[in-house]
């Protein structure tokens, strides 16, 4: 089987590849195509990453290429983890939303929107040469934020597409550490939209330790999430740590302004990586590539192209076609639950009645996310701002007119319909 991941100078591929590497049970993958416009970085990384694979032992072939055509052709899955306008994007990203008062996120609020709005478009692309080169039933996962707008768009165009994020999986890692249990004993009731989820049970051999672990484990549930365990025992749930964006905005806000960005730190860490790539003696993944994040991504990644490919029918969190599943959202939503992986797509389960503090939000960003979705396909002023006044961090005109002028003049050169 052939694997080509787009967007694979990243300097987290070598994570992806080394779960790779060393899952050779989950699926035989014969070719690895690494594609990437960037072609000094790509030998970089594409370099080190070759040692990871002959280091374990693993005979597939490892290709680098910045011809999409060449490197999706015959691939039975095409990886997304691009980052358009990279890092120099991302702080965009992240301080314009600051300069007006909102959270500074490149996957949520007005962040989050610009990033849509630059990579939907690009996306799309990829897809359908992907699709003229590979064929129709070639399937495509994506991990290029944010996943559930660039996922949704993926699968109105008709592609064979999945979303896939790491929040479920590290989640589940860490609870089973916590429990002292094997992670595949551990099983989530897990709701919600990218980015936008609560765990409401924690299932050991299908008994319920959320009561338990709220009990007795609060103070460090908190920790890990960022928020108070007087609403997590409140709620009874455990939100995503992307829910203090929400519940938390204004603290956030001023924390945020009394530090550096998010890509500054990253870009330092992507230097610090490049280099230590460069060495032709280093083997093994070195300790400052778990501070670039994206934890378990590469064994969710596998764990994923495995299932589809095998027909294995087994459960795992990824974003896909709502359905009934929440059934005051659309059917042609994109949600983020647990689902049976099989070899035509996921097929999300049954998810209890979400209570209405968290039904209503949950609604509120779906429907912006069909906002934003609408703006990054057909361009336009005005449908930005109709995306920004829609979301629950921003909604307020003032903040949504600045906002709306101040991402399309940001993003000028990522928006064709911008520049005109």
Known sequence: MKLTV??????YTPELVSGIANRRAAVEIEEIALVDPDLDRLEVVGGFARRLLDQAGHPAKLRLTADLEAGADGAAAVLLQLRVGGQRARAGDETVPLECGCVGQETTGAGGLAKALRTV??????????RRVAGDKTWIVDFTNPVGI???????????????????????????ELLGVAPDRVALEHA???????????????????????AEHADRLADHVGL?????RRLGAVPSYYLKYYYRHDAVVAEQRARPSRAETVAGIEDGLLELYRDPGLVAKPALLEQRGGAYYSEAAVQLVASILTDRGDVQVVNARNGSTLPFLPADAVVEVPARITGEGPVPLPSPPLPPAVAGLVAHVSAYESLALEAALHGGRDRVFDALLAHPLI??????ETLADRLVSVNRDFLPWAAA
């Open 395 to 400: 909604g307020q005109i003032d903040q949504a």
């Open 192 to 214: 919600g939209l990218n980015h936008l989820t609560w765990v409401r049970a924690v299932r050991v051999d299908g008994v319920d330790e959320l009561p338990r672990l709220l």
């Open 6 to 11: 787009v967007g694979g100078g990243s300097t």
């Open 121 to 130: 478009p690009v996306v799309l692309d990829v897809a359908e040469r992907v």
């Open 228 to 232: 108070p365990a007087a609403v997590m």
């Open 150 to 176: 660039v996922t949704r768009a993926l699968l109105d165009a008709g592609h064979r597409a999945v979303g896939l994020c790491n929040v479920a999986i590290t989640f589940q890692r860490w609870v089973a």
